[in-house]
């Protein structure tokens, strides 16, 4: 019989786990992660990438102008060019989780 999946950790879990292991109350950890998380938005913006050490970088691509086709109705329609937020996982990650 298969094994059911585990379900991906909901960010109350995160900021348990990780208020557990830092120290830290749960308060302070989930601020430490809102202010990362706005480190990692703003520096993405501002240059375009932002490396985490050991996990990978976020960097910024821009999208040429395509013709696509629309599922529902099979018409041709033009895909306008556009930057999208792309994320490149480190080696170290891959050796660590493959």
Same mark, same amino acid.
């Given at each position: 019989?298969?094994? +059911?999946?585990?379900?991906?950790?909901?960010?109350?879990? *995160?900021?348990?786990?990780? !208020?557990?292991?830092?120290?830290?109350?749960?308060?302070?950890?989930?601020?430490? *992660?809102?202010?990362?998380?706005? &480190?990692?938005?703003?520096?993405?913006?501002?240059?375009?990438?932002?490396?985490?050490?050991? &996990?990978?970088?976020?960097?910024? +691509?821009?999208?040429? +102008?395509?013709?696509?086709?629309?599922?529902?109705?099979?018409?041709? *329609?033009?895909?306008?060019?556009?930057?999208?937020?792309?994320?490149?996982?480190?080696?170290?990650?891959?050796? !660590? *989780? &493959?």
């Amino acid at each position: 019989m298969a094994k +059911a999946a585990a379900k991906p950790m909901t960010k109350k879990e *995160i900021i348990d786990f990780l !208020s557990e292991k830092s120290g830290l109350n749960k308060k302070q950890t989930e601020e430490f *992660i809102t202010l990362y998380n706005d &480190l990692v938005y703003k520096q993405t913006k501002k240059m375009k990438e932002f490396v985490m050490p050991g &996990l990978g970088k976020w960097v910024t +691509a821009k999208t040429k +102008a395509r013709q696509g086709r629309n599922p529902a109705t099979g018409e041709t *329609i033009k895909i306008p060019a556009k930057t999208v937020v792309k994320f490149r996982v480190a080696k170290a990650a891959k050796d !660590s *989780i &493959l």
